[in-house]
């Protein structure tokens, strides 16, 4: 078979299998396809692009290319904004993050996901009594990774590890053959590059629990070890450095694991086997024509809003108003025409209000969610609540919903599209930078935002942003915020103070998050509530280490760690994304 890599380590694996192969890595943004492999001489049977850190190349022309087609979109946590649209030019997208794919509404999902972690690596095994060091830490601490600090930190404070950062792959790989035991933090509770490496590399790699993405690669106690928190990640630590031996098994079935599974080879063998070894047997799914060219400027709009792709403002609207009218694409136009305008109400800008208007006279599209929340975000960030009104109606009226609520400001208009978007499954976009001056809101979250630009910082909105981050681990640092704001309102329940003093454990801020919890207990009990405390306990901790945690000796809080309400403006600023843009080329 005939097989066109792009950027994809898996060329050479395919070249030992016996195909042809033509290695093609482009600069990052949008590259001709098919005039590149013109220039070549080459007609693929499968096309494999894989997503590399830092450069990012878009591939045009693909909806015109006969061959069967897979995207490996390694950092979906980071960019699935537009990842979504991109995999449409595919037959079949892989991902290490397949419950995210999974996850997404309907509307949004691809019919062909498949599961493929980052490749392992062939490394030689390493008894760990010949290992220099007990735990090792690698990893990017910066503002846009705050539980990763605050994890350094306990690793600092509690067992002596000095975090790393800066240091080259080679290197990194060696340290962590020398290492028995590595702890990880994911960025958005994610599989991540440090479990696959470390295991890898025969350490016992303890790891967050972040579900069946992780799961399906590794085993846990037998060859990972899944913690729940902070104070349950040191709880096994101090376990496994008392056992070496079972530190070492683990690390050793997590190596025999790699070598066996989860090798390039292995990953070029499930890529062949998931698009059919003949050619033209893979799910005919890739998005052609006119589909496909939707597909590939809806990937771009995104791209340029997310600052990954400069394109003069121009050329990006009058291609996307030469695309039939779905309505993505409309969607699409309006944020583009409210992005790129003056910040005047909706009247004072011709050209959205024409827009707006001719689609409440035509009706078009008015079951559509996103398109409804482009029009309405797009006067809402206008503070124009006048214009923004007939699209909330309009929604509701076109799906048969119940009776919507009156809007009663441009705030309160937020919130309730906040809360329909988080009905809907729209939570959040990990990974783009929203900022409420310039950009339409297109997710809960956002609108969350949006609404704060707005005098939003009040008790509803708080439990708001509290009820959305409920949902998504990646948003801990910002539910953390929340929760103390929240268990300092007078008349409080005790458990909001437990769930402060649960989501601060899993921050890493052990003293504070026991603290908390001890403080609602005690609240509970003078409620006669222990047996509900107990088994809130339970619920988040069934191993019992949370119970263990609050039994042990008690220390002191640290200074000022009672509910202190944190500043606002960190908590939901329009980089608390938490994550920074996968195109930084960090590794995560």
Known sequence: MRIACVGTHLAVEFRRMGHEVLDLHPPGGIVD?????DARGFAPDLLVQQETLGVRAILAGLENLPCRKAFWAIDSHLNMHWHRH??????VVFTPHLSLFQALPPEWRHPHPAGLAMSGHARPWHPHAQRGHDISLVGVLDRHRP???WMADLLRERFGVLPRQGVPFAEMLHLYGDTRIIPNESIGFEVNFRLTEGASCGACVLTPDVGPDQDA???DGREMV???DGLDLAEKLRFLLRKPDVAERIGRAAWARVQAQHLSAHRAATVLATMGDAPGTAPDTAATGPAGAEALWL???HRVRSGGLNMPADTLRAALNALPESPAVVAARLRAMAEQEPARPVRETPGLADLLDRLLATGDHAHDVDLNVAAAGAALTRGDLKAAKPFWYRLHQARGLREPEKPQSVYHACLLWADLLRREGRDAQPGFTYDPQRHCPEAAFEMLVLAHRFCGDDLEWMRGVERLTSRRKALTFIRLGMLARLALEPGAPWRTQAEYGLTSLRAYRVDEGLHELAEAGRRA?????SKAFLRLLDGHGPGGHLRRGLEAPSTPPP????????NIEADIAPDATIAPSADDGGRT
Do not use: H, M, N, Q
């Open 559 to 566: 200074a000022a760690s009672s509910v202190a309400a944190p």
């Open 226 to 228: 899944v913690y729940a």
């Open 86 to 91: 991109y995999a449409r030019l595919f037959d």
């Open 217 to 219: 690669l590794f085993d």
């Open 525 to 529: 009990a003078a409620e006669g509530r």
């Open 147 to 149: 539980l990763r600090g």
């Open 299 to 301: 990937t771009l709009s």
């Open 33 to 37: 396809i098919a005039a590149l492999l």
